[in-house]
């Protein structure tokens, strides 16, 4: 997992714990805190692409606090797995952005 995860200029901290499951209605796969610039992601997720999708996830919370999107947490929920399913079977595309670097 990486550390850190640049998002509109503002460098999140990326940290996993276990978390303990205080209440049944939280997203207990992660959490971010924007007043701290911090994401936390449960490291008792049973695979990396599970902690992968929840960083994903954190990422457009992030987004949709800081640019007050105002969308519901179904549609952020519905975005993460939609996006984070054609980037993951997409390889190719994903590796056009670091297309610079290569050069
Ligand atoms: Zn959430």
């Known amino acids: 997992m990486i ?16 978390f303990v499951e205080k209440e049944k209605e939280q997203d207990l796969t ?3 805190w ?6 936390n992601i ?3 997720s049973k695979s990396e692409d599970h902690k992968l999708g929840t960083l ?6 992030a987004l949709n606090y800081r ?10 929920t519905q975005l993460e797995s939609s996006l ?3 980037l993951k079977c997409n390889p ?12």
């Open 67 to 76: 640019l007050e999107w105002k969308l519901s947490h179904q549609l952020v």
């Open 84 to 86: 984070f399913q054609v």
């Open 34 to 39: 924007n007043t701290h610039t911090k994401i």
């Open 92 to 103: 190719k595309f994903v590796k056009m952005f670091l297309k610079d670097e290569n050069e």
């Open 30 to 32: 992660g959490e971010v």
């Open 56 to 61: 994903f996830h954190e990422i457009i919370e």
């Open 42 to 44: 449960n490291s008792a």
């Open 3 to 18: 550390k850190k995860i640049n998002i509109l200029g503002f460098e999140y901290s990326v940290e996993e714990s276990n």
